[in-house]
């Protein structure tokens, strides 16, 4: 058996022969990287996700063109007042959004690891590639005059790297002006981005949020599954209008939902609360 991901080490893709066989006799004993395996090569290998993550950024770049021609436009629930005087600007979370991570991913899967083991030396190593269609969608904004934001939960030890690693890439930072917006920077700068979105909404008329979570958009960060429901069909007005969803198969909030944001499950258990969620149309939980 031959899988080949993106693990970004000397060759550019590891191909893994055999090796499944040992990866697969580890999640028997409670290994939960494989969770993620055709997340993983969906997101690296398949045209479909390429296509997606590109329709996503041109229809955010064809909004964004009407929203600099309607002054009242604000994209953030959290603009208060009259923002037609503010300069522009957009918001995009980072990870999965504007950088591609498949690699760490890849590399969890291939060892036998789980998220957060090695994730602060990935992060250091700069090197994620962008999101298909995000450095067109942010260099286009750049070009229109619109500052661009990025609010990422990553936490404020990683700023430079992830400078580094957005520069490297290519994507647009405003000079003199903080616009890499890190979990902790500040006081009151937790894992809601509310607080972070009210802070640039201060300064800027926001026309754009693009995110890969509902928490990139509103706070639902210990929302059930029924209420983040609720909540994504209170706002169907904004989806692909002034909110852009970016596709990420591997993980987010509505996988710890599943759970119920329990900690201390083991693997097995993990694994169990999810099977309960399926529906299967056989009546019962799982319908």
């Not at 950024?57 to 923002?83: I, N």
């Not at 509902?214 to 994504?232: G, T």
């Amino acid at each position: 058996m031959k899988v080949q991901f993106r693990t970004g080490r000397h060759r550019g893709a590891s191909t893994v022969a055999g090796g499944l066989c040992l990866l697969l006799a580890g999640c028997g004993s409670g290994n939960t990287s494989l969770e993620g395996l055709n997340a993983t090569l969906w997101t690296q290998q398949s045209a479909e996700y390429r296509a997606s993550a590109e329709q996503a950024y041109r229809t955010a770049s064809r909004m964004l063109d009407q929203a600099l021609a309607d002054p009242a436009w604000t994209a953030v629930p959290e603009q208060e007042g009259d923002p037609s005087h503010l300069p522009p600007g957009v918001i995009l979370d980072v990870d999965e959004t504007v950088l591609d991570n498949s690699t760490y991913q890849a590399r969890l899967i291939v060892e036998g690891r789980e998220y957060p083991d090695g994730w602060d030396a990935w992060v250091r190593e700069a090197t994620a590639l962008p999101v298909p269609g995000a450095l067109g969608f942010a260099r286009h904004a750049a070009e229109r005059g619109v500052t661009v934001f990025y609010v990422t939960n990553r936490d404020a030890t990683l700023e430079e790297a992830t400078e580094r690693n957005l520069e490297r890439a290519g994507f647009p930072l405003a000079e003199g002006l903080d616009v890499l917006l890190m979990r902790g920077e500040r006081e009151g700068w937790g894992s809601d981005k509310s607080s972070r979105r009210a802070y640039v909404a201060g300064t800027h008329r926001i026309l754009i949020l693009a995110g890969d979570d509902l928490n990139d958009f509103i706070s639902v960060s210990r929302a059930s599954i029924e209420e983040r429901d609720r909540l994504e069909a209170e706002y169907a007005s904004h989806w692909g209008v002034r909110w852009i969803m970016v596709p990420n198969p591997a993980y987010g909030s509505w996988e710890r939902a599943l759970y119920g944001f329990e900690s201390g499950l083991s693997p097995e258990q993990r694994r169990e609360r999810k099977r309960e969620n399926l529906k299967t149309g056989e009546g019962g939980p799982q319908q």
